[in-house]
Each structure stands twice: as C-alpha cells, then as structure tokens.
C-alpha cells in the first residue's frame, strides 16, 4: 500500500514516492489531475517524492526530493532542497534552504 495523501478533504492513495504539483488551482498527482474543490489545504500523510505548491503545505512524513512552495511548510525529512514563500519548521534537511519567513528545522 502507497501513501495516503489528504488534499482539501479528499484521501488518495499513491505508490511509492509520488509527486505533488498544485499550481494555478491545478492538483496534480503522480501526473494525474485530481478535483478536490477550490480551497487548496494540503496535508500529505506519508512519505512522497517531491511537491510544488502555490500555497501551504503539512507533510507527516519525509519528501525524498525537493519541496518548493508558495506559502509556509510544516514537515518531516527533506532528503532534498526547500524553498518556501513563509516559515519553515521540520526535521533534518539535507538540501540547500530558501525561506521568505523564520526556519525551523535540524540540518544535515
């Protein structure tokens, strides 16, 4: 069984490291187009390759790829680079660090 992702309300499954795009009101899974309403909270529960998001984003789990988002972002390991419009709290981030806000996180 893959991750369990919760965008906006909708549970979707995906296997293995999945990535996750929400742009321009676009959600974007593992190159499928998911509608999950027009409010975009993203929490992903899980571990999933990489995201790229407009908005904020929660991982409760580790992103083994890069994380790039528009608002705040509140997660576990980063096994890759982060960029962030807001605040950053999370676990170890082995990747270079970009944030608009405070960092939180245990490098390295």
Do not use: F, P, Y
């Not at 906006?8 to 929400?22: A, M």
């Not at 529960?45 to 890069?66: M, T």
């Amino acid at each position: 069984m893959g991750s369990q992702i919760t965008i906006n309300g909708v549970k979707i499954t995906i296997e293995g490291n999945g990535n996750v795009c929400i742009r321009n009101g676009k959600v974007v899974v593992d190159g499928k187009e998911i509608n999950v309403g027009d409010k975009k909270d993203i929490t992903i529960i899980g571990n999933v390759g990489k995201i790229e998001c407009d908005g904020d984003v929660v991982v409760e789990g580790s992103v083994n790829g890069n994380v790039s988002c528009g608002g705040s972002c509140r997660c576990g390991n980063i096994s890759g680079n982060l960029n962030a419009g807001g605040s950053v709290h999370g676990g170890n981030c082995e990747g270079a660090m970009n944030a608009g806000g405070s960092i939180h996180v245990t490098r390295g």
